[in-house]
């Protein structure tokens, strides 16, 4: 499968069919600060994910802060 | 995965409520927790004129959206804050959405209005870049919301950010931030536009599935003066919690709110005044802003005289 991380923006290819738990387990990022996307797709963490598919994964954790409060907004 | 109203293949989990819903339930699930953030605080009035802060990413695209499917009274505010490519995305993603809506929108550019960027502001002022662009920021939210007639502010702070704030301030006991930190800051001077957070029930992993789900075009890329930031450690810290707890964060935040924060209000708000050079209110003689943008000026005047 291909699968195209942001921060630095980057292709890897992994091998077979996998579990998107196991395949966020083994780039070891955290389920919590990432969506995985197929297409028009959000999917679980139980999804599988085949060969053959490309799929997204992308961070939703932003903003630096400051004086108390976030600069995000 | 199945999801819990209709039993179809869901898209989002969301573990703090032990649930996991399809594409349509969630965006109906997303929608209802903001409607009752709006309600059980008491956010808007009726007939409220509302500037919604929009920086171009996930949560106040996300926002905005709501409140416009809504029908809710509200214009945009894009501040330019002048980081390069980070902030011409932002602009252009911004102004696509508002033209696909008919939404209204006013720009407001940082260094048109002061000569300066959120870089040079820093540099000059010798404060860290999120601290300047902070303090800018809600400057110029509640200057532009009272120049323009609007009755409140509503940005984009999520679940994570109020949590990710409320550690922050607990670990270094600023009892000034905490006593302030609310999902409505009340209008307690007549110069100062009521600030609403209604993105304050969800998480921005969720808000993040929404603008997805919605077909929203955010900037993904950070803000690079964000790199390194201690919210994004705080944020971490939170998110191992809630991965070895789910609802953890939830339960800090609104434990914080329906606990400690009456207590630590219970003085009540500090007294405001007008600037006596910009007329916004401030605790101070001169406002804090007045304060930087004169510091900056003057270092710079004094490195390059012809400048302003």
Redesign the interface.
């Known amino acids: 499968m291909k699968v195209r991380l942001h921060h630095p923006r980057r292709v890897l290819e992994i091998p077979g069919r996998q579990r998107v738990s196991r395949i966020l387990a083994d780039l070891g990022l955290d389920p919590e600060a990432f969506l995985v996307i197929r297409g028009d797709a959000l999917l679980t963490s139980d999804s599988e994910v085949g060969d053959e598919d490309e799929i997204e994964i992308r961070p939703v954790i932003s903003g630096g802060w400051a004086d108390g409060a976030p600069c995000a907004a | 995965?199945r999801c819990l109203k209709c039993r179809g293949v869901?898209?989002?989990?969301v573990r703090r409520h032990r649930a996991?819903y399809c594409?349509p339930h969630f965006l109906e699930f997303f929608e209802a927790q903001v409607h009752r953030a709006l309600t059980t605080q008491r956010m808007l009035r009726p007939e409220e004129r509302i500037l919604v802060?929009v920086?171009g990413?996930?949560?106040?695209l996300a926002l905005w959206e709501v409140l416009l499917r809504r029908g809710d009274d509200t214009t945009g505010l894009h501040i330019n804050l002048g980081i390069g490519d980070y902030s011409r995305e932002s602009r252009a993603r911004t102004e696509e959405f508002a033209r696909a809506r008919g939404a209204r929108l006013f720009v407001a550019d940082l260094r048109e209005e002061y000569g300066m960027d959120i870089g040079t502001l820093a540099e000059a002022s010798g404060?860290?870049?999120?601290?300047a662009?902070?303090?800018s920021?809600?400057y110029l939210?509640n200057k532009m919301a009272r120049d323009g007639g609007f009755t409140a502010v509503a940005?984009?702070?999520n679940l994570?950010?109020e949590a990710?704030?409320l550690l922050?301030?607990l670990l270094h006991w600023?009892m000034?931030?905490?006593a302030?930190?609310a999902p409505v800051l009340e209008q307690t001077h007549p110069h100062l536009v009521r600030r609403v957070k209604p993105l304050y029930r969800t998480s921005?992993?969720e808000?993040?599935?929404y603008a997805?789900?919605r077909g929203i075009d955010y900037v993904?890329?950070?803000?690079p003066?964000?790199r390194g930031?201690?919210?994004?450690l705080h944020?971490?810290v939170l998110?191992?919690l809630?991965?070895a707890s789910a609802g953890t964060k939830q339960a800090f935040y609104w434990g914080f709110l329906d606990r400690l924060a009456p207590v630590i209000r219970a003085g009540g708000p500090p007294a405001l005044h007008p600037c006596r050079q910009c007329d916004q209110p401030t605790t101070e003689e001169v406002c804090a802003f007045c304060r930087m943008t004169a510091r900056a000026a003057a270092r710079l005047n004094a490195r390059t005289p012809s400048l302003p």
């Open positions: 995965m869901a898209a989002v989990e996991a594409a802060a920086s990413g996930k949560d106040s404060r860290s870049p999120c601290s662009c902070g303090l920021k809600r939210f940005t984009g702070h994570d950010d990710a704030v922050g301030n600023n000034d931030q905490l302030r930190q921005e992993r808000s993040a599935a997805i789900l993904i890329e950070e803000c003066h964000s930031a201690r919210s994004l944020k971490g998110n191992s809630e991965a």
